[in-house]
């Protein structure tokens, strides 16, 4: 057997018994005994204790013993395995689920209570998860996406991430995505909320909306780290799903992105928390701008991904389709054109309706692209957030037709190679400069509605 037959049949095991999947210390602990690695070595790795280390582990090969019908040890465990076969375990399985009833509960994650009233008789049907999706726009249509939400769905239910960047331009289409992603893996948890952070709420604004969802405590804590880790209490009593939209708005506009607003900064603290602490939840935070700590958490060995939302392809074609526009076959150009982001495409759409009777080629005819204003003002309140080194780059790419590396401009632009880098870096977590490898050099450019929005506004004024 090989580890990757190991782990699913370890995560099938430990759902057979616990009702929950294999989570990301579990994974780790498998994986460095296969590989030979110490307890201490492993707890280094996640950082974890070392005792908590063990104490998951002295579960786990109960767990594998039980399943088995044999003493699985640490020590034994990689050549009990070479020795099995994929048939054996199977079978194991099958006499775990047959168990369920009489075998008790296991914490896998010592630190995460389980639900407070755990299911008496795992074998009524799931409680129906209570659901609070707040001021979140009503979807009506919603298309394809199909990979991103096998992606997602994996990271929140297989991996248990506890925290996710959804990331991406303005109108590519996250806050859609995530309430698509809600409705499709609303069963198996016991909280689901989205809330917008459009008017950047203070973290302790926003920590008393979220904890009036939950049973109420008997006193409201009044001071905010009471208030964090009341709701890192529940984040292990419950399985909660979490969407904090609009997360740039908590970032200073007209400072480098992910700069926190002075009222705002005490985010950090909860994001890292939820990062680091044992429990069994995940946050998802959709934000145009890359939120800094999610870079470093996400180096570092916790359970935390970030998720770059790209085109939407030819299903782009949907949106056209519902606008009654014609000219089928110019509409993957018209996609091309607008970089499949929903949002532009939906507004030029309309543009395209209302001027051009729905004729795409006849729009097209047009010398392309053409901005409507609506797509204008939602442009220009993204430029606005732009610090003076980035719209001094921006600008300058803005009169290139094709892609070029960082020091193609120094010498050509009064900034300091550092301020440089540095703005290219920001425009990229901003998600306005795209970036391609061509023989082992990074080459950067403006996308043609960008540029052309930079040119009209920037430029020739
Ligand atoms: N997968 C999709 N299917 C249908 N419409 C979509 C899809 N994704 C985005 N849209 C539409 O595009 C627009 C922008 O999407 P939104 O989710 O608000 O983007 P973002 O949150 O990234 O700014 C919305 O009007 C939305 O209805
Ligand atoms: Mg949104």
Not at 80 to 87: G, H, N, R, T
Not at 90 to 115: L, M, T
Not at 141 to 149: G, K, P, S, V
Not at 258 to 276: H, R, V
Request: hydrophobic share 35%; net charge negative; proline share 5%.
């Amino acid at each position: 057997m090989d580890i990757a037959e190991v782990l699913k049949l370890a995560d099938e095991l430990i759902f057979a018994k616990t009702g929950e999947h294999i989570d990301y210390l579990q994974k780790a602990i498998l994986e460095g005994t296969f590989q030979g690695r110490t307890y201490p070595q492993i707890a280094d790795a996640t950082h974890s204790s070392e005792g908590h280390t063990r104490d998951i582990g002295s579960e786990l090969w109960q767990i594998l013993s039980e399943g088995f019908g044999k003493e699985i040890t640490k020590r034994n465990f990689r050549s009990i395995l070479e020795k099995a076969k994929f048939d054996n375990f199977s079978s194991a399985i099958g006499r775990v689920g047959r168990d369920y009833v009489a075998i008790n509960n296991v914490n896998i994650c010592q630190e995460k209570a389980r639900s407070p009233t755990p299911p008496q008789n795992p074998q009524q049907t799931p409680t129906q998860p209570h659901i609070d999706l707040g001021d979140a726009p009503e979807i009506f249509t919603f298309f394809d996406r199909t990979h991103q939400l096998s992606t997602l769905e994996n990271w929140i239910t297989q991996q248990r991430t506890r925290l996710i960047a959804l990331l991406g331009i303005s109108g590519i289409g996250k806050t859609t995505l995530s309430l698509g992603l809600i409705n499709q893996i609303k069963t198996g948890f016991d909280y689901i909320i989205y809330r917008s952070l459009r008017f950047s709420p203070t973290l302790d604004a926003t920590l008393t909306n979220l904890l009036q969802i939950f049973p109420q405590p008997t006193e409201t804590p009044q001071n905010t780290d009471t208030k964090i880790s009341q709701l890192l209490n529940h984040l292990r009593n419950y399985r909660c799903l979490i969407v904090l939209d609009d997360v740039q708005m908590l970032f200073c506009s007209g400072q480098p992105p992910g700069e926190y607003k002075s009222d705002c900064e005490d985010y950090q603290l909860l994001f890292k928390l939820i990062a680091e602490v044992c429990h069994q939840s995940c946050l998802m935070l959709n934000s145009s701008e890359k939120p800094r700590e999610i870079v470093r958490l996400e180096k570092e060995y916790h359970p935390v991904r970030s998720f770059e939302l790209g085109s939407l392809g030819i299903a782009a074609k949907e949106i056209l389709n519902s606008q009654k526009l014609s000219d089928r076959e110019t509409w993957e150009t018209l996609i091309d054109i607008y970089q499949g982001n929903p949002l532009w495409l939906e507004l030029t759409a309309t543009l395209i309706q209302e001027l051009f009777g729905g004729r795409v080629s006849e729009f097209l005819q047009c010398e392309m692209p053409i901005l409507d204003e609506g797509l204008q003002s939602q442009l220009s309140q993204q430029f606005q957030r732009l610090t003076q080194p980035e719209l001094a780059v921006v600008t300058h790419f803005a009169n290139l037709a094709e892609p070029v590396a960082v020091s193609y401009f120094f010498n050509k632009i009064a900034l300091s190679p550092a301020e440089l880098v540095n703005a290219v870096r920001s425009l990229r977590s901003r998600f306005l400069l795209d970036a391609v490898e061509e023989e082992k050099i990074t080459l950067f450019s403006l996308n043609p509605v960008l540029r052309h929005y930079v040119q009209s506004r920037y430029v020739s004024n």
